[in-house]
């Protein structure tokens, strides 16, 4: 389930980047990206904590990055 969620946030945040060019669109569909594919790896019986806790843990990473990026433009 959560990858379906992941995929369509995807879609909507990359064809709204596509669209407006906000910064914090971008990296919210890197995000994304980085956690669909640690759902995809866990799924495919790949899911090795050495390769999925770095994916998430940089999906995070693009989530504050493009939070804090987005409010130093604001200012």
Do not use: E
Request: glycine share 6%; net charge positive.
């Amino acid at each position: 389930m959560n990858l379906v969620f992941d995929v369509v946030i995807v879609s909507l945040s990359g064809y709204a980047y596509s669209k407006k060019k906000g910064i914090l669109l971008m990296w919210i569909t890197i995000a994304f990206c980085f956690f669909a594919a640690s759902y995809v790896l866990t799924i495919i019986g790949l899911a090795n904590p050495l390769v999925i806790v770095p994916l998430r843990a940089f999906g995070y990473l693009s989530v504050i990055a493009g939070v804090a990026l987005h409010y130093i433009q604001r200012r």
